[in-house]
């Protein structure tokens, strides 16, 4: 599903460089959970940008789902992250001017989706995160759980095979840390979503099947976790 | 696909009411301006082209006199019209020898005195201008003549001496109606006819003065009560059907001249083409004031843009993350900037369209051409292309004003765009 070979990322600040992945090679395969621990400035954002396509490596190949994505253009990659991939992030990153319903109809209309449709769907899918109630609402009338609740509906919204996820539990308390993360697992085995999952927290990465951890833009070691 | 799009944007500019509000107030201002300047040039256009064809293009005016030739630097129509507008004294002519021209159809007079005035309606007495048409006027200038037509009574006929035709306004000022009798110069005249109150003023097809205040008499009734029989302020010299009109007003100058009474003449060819070229230049000098008022509209455009663009910089990530292009984006931001072009657009044009209706009222009536206009008829024109040009182009105008923010904004990178506070 996710292929990576030996991607390089280097940031360049005036004259210092920032060497934010520095080699790494990773694979994961579908229907997996994957949990990406490491300190902070690890490099562990910029790893999942660079799956999902929102950003490209300097040096090494990204495979999704077979095709070689690293090489594509700004708008390819764009194309291929709508329809094949749904991001989840710390700061929930939803558009404050427009309400949970719209923001979930927003991956659609990208992919020019019908808005009948678009309405259905988004509203199928907020309910499916137990927000039936709260469609109408702007993202500053929702508790933080409930706006990352709407992000993980837009994010599935195109129906993505991936789905990536940065500190989602972040800017969370642990009861609603606890239930997003139920929510993401419950997608992972129900509905057999890959997930990639970034965190500091070693209760959330206890959640998934397997745990990467990286270090100065390298992965450490690969640890199997029981389930 | 484009429908959400313009929902999009149109959100885009309802965030931000007050700023927006502001913005398409510079574009109103412009259109406005645009749309009120180019129905008001066109009107005058109109109503120009409406009025000379009415006098006909046939026509020669003449009038006792030489342009002075003091001002040298003026190109030779341009004195003889300004000689025209500061009018004639008046001399007597002697017109008969113009019937005789060849390719001249019919000559008529008209000689205007300020005569005292007695009339029922009238305390003590009045000065009043009167003016005397020859027959040649009334029966060779039809057309010339058709601005009047009569509420009452008659026209004047074979024989007619001592009567008058008094306009509507003057005749209730008079206090009298058709056989009544007023006195001019101490002289019994009878009021044959009164003209029907004529609502724009006319240009007058010519006339001197205001027809809802004109008091017509035969010429024969001026010349025998003010004297100098034959005097003539205004001559009218029609050009036969196919004639070169401005040899003939050549001829007219050469033979008066030969009789020793000079005159200068002009053609209705020649007001015509000195009327549109004052008007275009004018015109010109308000479609360049109009243009740099929509040029610092649209500026206006660009700088909301690119302010919109910077607050806005996190939801181009968001939209990017979930898979907005390039395109999606430059589209995003071009049609909210044209839609804000647009939406000054037709309220430049409904604020355009008022100006340019009162604006009209206003110049009706307080314009002249020539010694022998009075009031002007007037009113803006607005031509279909006209409205849908102004439409066109300020959303065009918004549009292109958004395309350099719109750009930046689509050539963000999506990380970039995401990591900014
Ligand atoms: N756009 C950028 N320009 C310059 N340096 C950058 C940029 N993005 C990331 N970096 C640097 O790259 C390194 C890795 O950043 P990254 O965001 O991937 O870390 P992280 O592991 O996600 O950290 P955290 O846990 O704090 O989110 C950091 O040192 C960071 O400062
Ligand atoms: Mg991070």
Known sequence: ?227 | MILDFIRMSWRGIKTRKARSTLTVLGIVIGVAAVVALIAIAQGMQATMEREFEAIGYDTVFVIPGEAPQGMQAMPDRMRRLAFFGGGSEGAVLDLSRLKGLPQVEAVGAIRTETAIITAPGLEGQGFLRVTGLSSGITQGFPSYFSGFSLAGGRGFGEGDEFVVILGPKVAEDFGVSVGDRITIENKEVEVIGILEESEDGGMQRGLPGDPNYGIYLPIAAVDSLFGEPGKVSLALVKAAEGADVKRVSQLVEQAMATAGTPVTTTTVQEMAEMATRMLSSVQAVLAAIAAISLLVGAIGIMNTMYTAVLERVREIGIMKAVGAKKKHILSLFLLESGLVGLIGGVLGVIVGVALASVAGRLISGSMNVGPMAGGFSFSAVFPAELIVGALALSFGLGALAGVWPAQRAARLSPVEALRYE
Not at chain 1, 69 to 98: C, H, I, M
Not at chain 1, 130 to 139: Q, S, T, W
């Open chain 1, 1 to 227: 599903m996710v292929e990576l070979v030996e991607a390089v990322k280097t940031y360049k600040l005036g004259k210092t460089e920032v060497r934010a992945l520095r080699g790494v090679s990773l694979s994961v395969k579908e229907g997996e959970f994957v949990a990406i621990m490491g300190p902070s400035g690890s490099g562990k954002s910029t790893l999942l940008h660079v799956i999902g396509c929102l950003d490209r490596p300097d040096q090494g190949r990204v495979y999704l789902n077979g095709q070689e994505v690293s090489g594509l253009s700004e708008d390819r990659l764009a194309e291929f992250r709508g329809k094949f991939v749904g991001f989840v992030f710390q700061t929930f990153n939803l558009v404050p001017t427009l309400s949970a319903l719209e923001n979930v109809e927003l991956p659609m209309t990208f992919q020019g989706v019908p808005r009948k449709r678009r309405l259905a769907l988004a509203r199928e899918l907020l309910v499916q995160v137990g927000l039936g109630e709260r469609l109408r609402h702007r993202p500053a009338e929702l508790s933080g759980g409930e706006r990352q609740r709407v992000a993980i509906a837009r994010a599935l919204v195109n129906d993505p095979k991936l789905i990536l996820a940065d500190e989602p539990t972040g800017n969370l308390d642990s009861v609603s840390g606890a239930q997003v993360m139920e929510l993401l697992k419950g997608l992972n085995e129900e509905q057999d979503k890959t997930l990639i999952v970034v965190t500091h927290d070693p209760e959330i990465a206890s959640y998934a099947g397997r745990t990467v951890h990286i270090r100065d833009g390298r992965i450490q070691e690969v640890a199997e976790v029981q389930t």
